[in-house]
């Protein structure tokens, strides 16, 4: 789809298994694919747990989904978030979703929504299955999310700066197998945003999880990379050794 094109987009909460204090840091994050215009946040706001979600709905125009408990054991809530969701893809109005759950049993659901070509965004703890992570486009730790949110304010205070992102073996492979696989010209380099989508293809990687802000900070620590950027704009990296 056309970036010139001002998409849909729609972001739905299980407030059960999320925290609302991931809001604000997750709309940053979804204004890449668009704009997100239908906002939603499932579960039985009655329940003392979910009392938070009272002003941050007001605060965000998030439309609260009240669903009561129907029976012991059975969740009604994502029953009614995986229905909202069918129907708008259903619809034709929605070009990408975010959902933000640490709970697999979204997995079909996303899953689905891809199948129609669909972009979809997961936002969830560092406990959230595999299963859930690999099939999202992206897929983000938002426990991370809302840590460099914060260092990023407290670096525009002069706070006391967090340690920095560091990259661990199995990113490192992730990184090297895209920069295989990535068209290269006669001196070796390849574009940086090729790399990029070869990695997500493989993965729901993406560089937040790792504490980066993008893609060429990432390489920038790299010592095995050198990064080029040229003067149409963009950004070429090579492999060292």
């Excluded at 849909?8 to 809001?23: F, K, R, S």
Aim: some cysteine; hydrophobic content about 35%; glycine content about 8%.
């Amino acid at each position: 789809m056309s970036q010139e094109t001002l998409r849909n987009i729609a972001l739905l909460i299980d407030a059960d298994n999320t925290t609302p204090q991931g809001i604000d840091p997750v709309l940053t994050v979804m204004a890449e694919l668009g704009q997100v215009n239908i906002r939603r946040a499932y579960g039985n706001f009655a329940k003392g747990n979910l009392a938070k979600w009272d002003k941050i709905t007001n605060r965000f125009g998030i439309r609260p989904q009240q669903q009561f408990d129907v029976s012991k054991g059975k969740n009604a809530t994502d029953m009614a978030m995986t229905i909202d969701a069918i129907d708008l893809l259903n619809q034709g109005k929605v070009d990408g979703f975010g959902l933000m759950t640490s709970d697999s049993d979204f997995t079909p659901l996303v899953t689905r929504l891809r199948q129609d070509g669909i972009v979809v965004y997961g936002f969830g703890s560092s406990k959230t299955p595999e299963s859930f992570r690999s099939v999202c486009t992206r897929f983000i730790d938002i426990d991370k999310l809302i840590a460099a949110n914060k260092q990023q304010n407290q670096a525009s205070g002069d706070a006391k700066q967090t340690d920095a992102p560091s990259i661990d073996e199995q990113l490192e492979e992730l990184i090297v197998a895209a920069y295989n696989e990535a068209k290269r010209d006669q001196k070796g380099y390849a574009k940086l945003q090729q790399v990029g989508q070869i990695a997500g293809n493989r993965s729901s990687f993406d560089v937040r999880n790792y504490g980066f802000k993008s893609l060429s900070d990432l390489f920038d620590s790299l010592p095995n990379f050198q990064i080029d950027r040229r003067d149409d704009g963009q950004i070429y990296v090579k492999r060292l050794h």
